[in-house]
């Protein structure tokens, strides 16, 4: 497709089950970013990657949080022993641009996961 | 202080009228301004980029004002379809933030 992809769109999860969340950007896209958006929220700065380096990982709130891109394309974003407080939209976004972003990002529709 | 601040309002605002956001940020090594905008349940979407000089499309105008750190977005002639959260995007680094968007209503 043209446009970044996500999927799962909707996940439940028990609390302390793994999950996993996938993003599929647009072809060529060199950067790619997770964000995390709460309800009623601004979305969260996560994770950023420049092809297959994670260049800045500051924003991922505990060490339950990881996330990977090997090839340089699609991305995913694990949460290990899922907590209620990650109850969010996970957001992945792709652009064009290189070493410092400047240009449009593209958002995916998001992951809506909800933990019970 | 928050990387980058915004009102979140609601602002309601008849169908016609003229509105205006601010927006603030804290890092001045900032080098890179947005707006995009979020409809309800939806992805945010790029509405326009903010240069130096200011700049116009249609009916949006966005100014930055470095030495003071804000942004800003003028709606003039609102529609109903202006409806939706506006987000101020700052650019430091190889980090893109966001605020918390300001919510916009247009009311008919």
């Known amino acids: 497709g043209a446009g970044v992809s996500q999927s799962p769109r909707y996940k439940v999860a028990k609390r302390g089950q793994d999950v996993a969340l996938r993003c599929d950007p647009i072809s060529g896209h060199v950067s790619l970013f997770w964000y995390q958006q709460a309800l009623g929220q601004g979305p969260e700065f996560l994770t950023y990657f420049q092809n297959e380096a994670q260049l800045d990982k500051s924003g991922l709130p505990s060490d339950r949080f990881f996330a990977e891109r090997p090839e340089g394309s699609v991305s995913t974003l694990k949460i290990q022993r899922t907590q209620q407080e990650d109850s969010a939209v996970y957001l992945c976004?792709?652009?064009?641009?290189?070493?410092?972003?400047?240009?449009?990002?593209?958002f995916g529709e998001g992951s809506r996961l909800t933990v019970l | 202080r928050k990387e980058v601040e915004q009102d979140p309002g609601p602002f309601n605002v008849p169908e016609g009228a003229t509105v205006a956001f601010n927006c603030t940020y804290s890092?001045?090594?900032?080098?890179?301004f947005f707006w995009y905008r979020q409809d309800c349940r939806k992805e945010p979407k790029l509405l326009m980029s903010?240069?130096?000089s200011g700049n116009e499309d249609g009916r949006f105008t966005a100014q930055l004002n470095r030495a003071s750190q804000y942004i800003s977005l003028l709606i003039r002639d609102s529609k109903l379809s202006d409806s939706a959260t506006y987000l101020c995007?700052?650019?430091?680094?190889?980090?893109?933030?966001f605020g918390k968007g300001t919510r916009l209503h247009i009311l008919p």
């Open positions: 976004a792709s652009s064009l641009a290189g070493s410092r972003p400047g240009g449009e990002l593209f």
């Open positions: 995007v700052v650019s430091p680094d190889d980090k893109i933030i």
């Open positions: 903010v240069y130096s």
């Open positions: 890092n001045s090594a900032s080098q890179s």
